[in-house]
């Protein structure tokens, strides 16, 4: 069965940073393009980043870029999402999502994601 776990959320005040690891069980991670979205309270869920499952190709939601990095460890089947220079604005649930896609990029659409994890809350806030 897939699965897919995140952790690594928690409070930290602005300007710090967190890192959060999506743990994938049941499948192969380096086949799957994985991304991270967030919902914050009252919002609609959007995306963050996302990494390909070919070459490892990033791409980050404008409001992210040059804040947060994305990586996959294949050999322990993980995606970590590095978050520097956090800010209130960025309070919300993280969740990683799988898409089976040998694409050589990554897209940041909803639709394209079959399986989700639980979710790990953020909180930016001093």
């Known amino acids: 069965q897939l699965q897919l776990v995140e952790s690594g959320g928690g409070l930290v005040q602005p300007g710090g940073s967190l890192r959060l690891s999506c743990a994938a069980s049941?499948?192969?991670?380096?086949?799957?393009?994985i991304g991270w979205f967030r919902q914050a309270p009252g919002k609609e869920r959007e995306g963050v980043s996302c990494?390909?499952?070919?070459?490892?190709?990033?791409s980050h939601a404008e409001f992210v870029k040059g804040r947060f990095a994305i990586s996959r460890d294949n050999a322990k089947n993980t995606v970590y999402l590095q978050m520097n220079s956090l800010q209130p604005e960025d309070t919300a649930v993280y969740y990683c999502?799988?898409?089976?896609?040998?694409?050589?990029?990554?897209?940041?659409?909803?639709?394209?994601?079959?399986?989700w994890g639980q979710g790990t809350q953020v909180t930016v806030s001093s």
């Open positions: 049941g499948f192969i991670l380096g086949n799957y393009a």
């Open positions: 999502a799988a898409a089976s896609s040998r694409s050589n990029d990554c897209f940041l659409r909803e639709i394209l994601y079959d399986d």
């Open positions: 990494i390909s499952s070919r070459f490892g190709r990033a």
